[in-house]
């Protein structure tokens, strides 16, 4: 979808009432095909419309009204499509109510379709060629809009934004000059508009008349789009679509990897791979791809220093057809924290060089997506870590118990850190096999601190023989040793330096660790609680009881003493462990396990194995509330066969 170029001039019709003709002009001695309504800016607002036009459409046949003779069903059919694209844009990026108004040029043969919104800061937003990922959905919608409609454009006016398409019925005359722009008409009534989307590349005065009155608007909407992208790619592909073609033809994006060392420069140009063409992007899709093998021939060579400020660069005119063979093109270097991290290069054909006015636009844009993608490579630094991290706190399999079923869910809540929860399954020799489900206070660096000693202390102690009791005791009087603190305070180190006042750091621990023991006929199980969940047994006729007691948290009490309780499981029970990510799930103020929860959800599992218990009770947290879960969930189902 090319720029838009034009902005029709009308005057709205719509009222707060339901679809109706809109009134006739002053003068006017017959009623006209027109319609026009507001809608609430909600989810219904699209099927509306849809609804509407055809109802319109429909009515002016019948009633045999100036132009309808030129109606046809693929027009019908486009306008349908057209109205809803455009009322869905409006309902997504602005969130007011909706103002639809559709009528018939009785001469022309055509149907103008005009949608407004009262959010006019807001500009539709467009994709032109490529989609990064196929992730984005904004901006297919205007581009269909432009394939259907002879022409289209946007009025601002103050307090309202106006999209219109203009759809040609059968012998319909095209608008080859259109008198009602933004201009003289827009002078007459008074009318100013607030910004001119797409300037025209020939044209210097437009250009500075957009700059004067919406340099400011752009570069808050280009704050607002880059903040917060996680990906150093997406975040070059929205630098594209911000420049091109409202401040250029076309834009690349060069990347400097720094963790392949891709990038390097050497005096005479040659040393290093050099950077990656991360991007490009023109106002015409069809010439993207030739655009970037003429580019790739020829990466941009930085000046000395670190300068961010405009460069020229040579005009690829290979990758153009004879009318754009000349232009102008500027290097920009991306520079974010003192480091270099890239080149943006934009051109325009036709230009001896680009004004003033643009190249400042530009180098303010160049910083806000250089901090944008120095940003996302810390993102994914820490998330490469955290990941690391993760798999080292986990086992890489659970172990196969003879005479026991167990299925295990871990979702933690996010998904690029460590998360608090924790589980371990594994041998512990002489016939004995260990499990333990946990939850450490907090989340990151500081909770893997706890949990990379927490599980290997458990396995060393359970394979030393310790009984259960025994291990609490020790895993407890461990997190309150110094030497772990020394570890928690490094591992804050890595997230941010230390700020004045910084202490020790609390380590609690809720643990739920147990001891299984087959022999002829069911399993013996010993287990303690420390401050967690407390375990649930479910036997084959639905009846579900508690088997432990609760305790003092790990990592409170230096002194607590911990007890165990042992139970035989019988062929058919089945043992519940959860984290409270399960009994503290909430909706609104109500959380999963008030009044026995999780009991009545375990006693309807009855008759059920291991994996269906545990896939049952993981839907039953999901379904409760109507948000996904805010806390990591871990469950564990051990089932005596």
Known sequence: MGAIPMQQETVSCA????????????????????????????????????????AALTDWEKAQLPGSERLSGRLADDAVLVVSEL?????????????????????AGALVVEVSDHHPSRTPRDSEAEVPYETPEYGRGLRLVSTLAESWGITFRRGTKTVWARLLGEGGTPAAEMEVYAGRRALERGLRAAEILAPDPQRAERDRDWLNRGALSFLAEASDLLAGQLDENLVAALAGQLIVPRLADWCAVWLEDEATGRGGWAADGTGGPGPRLARVWHGSENRIEELRRALEKDPPRPPEGLRSGPVPYRWPGEAFDMREEHGTALAYRLIAGGRPLGTLVIGRSGLLRF??????LVEDLSRRVALAIGAARQYARQATISQVLQRGLLPAGVAEIPGVHSALVYEPCDKGGPSGDFYDLFPAGDGRWCFAVGDVQGKGPEAAVVIGLARPWLR?????????????DRLNRLLLDDATEAADAAARALVRPPAPGDGPQTRFLSLLYGELTPFDGGVRCTLASAGHPLPLLLGPDGSVRTVARPQTLLG????????????????????LCVTDGVTERRSGTDMFDDGDGLTTALAGCAGMSAELI????????????????????????????
């Open 87 to 107: 009322v869905t844009n409006a309902v997504v990026h602005a969130g007011t109510d909706v103002d639809v108004e559709f009528r018939l040029e009785e001469t």
């Open 460 to 472: 060393l102690l359970a394979r030393e023989g310790y009984r259960v009791a025994d291990v609490l």
């Open 15 to 54: 009222s707060d009432a339901p679809a109706h003709p809109c009134p006739r002009a002053p003068g006017s001695a017959h009623q006209r095909a027109q319609t026009c309504t507001t809608l609430p800016g909600g989810p219904l607002a699209p099927g509306s419309a849809r609804a509407l036009v055809r």
């Open 556 to 575: 409170v009490i230096e002194d607590e003493t911990y007890t165990s309780e042992t139970f035989e499981l019988g062929p058919g029970d089945s043992l």
């Open 614 to 641: 545990a896939e049952r009770i993981r839907r039953l947290v999901h379904e409760f509330g109507g948000k996904p879960p805010e806390d990591d969930l871990a469950l564990l189902v051990l089932q005596a066969e």
């Open 355 to 360: 004004p003033d006015e643009v190249t400042g």
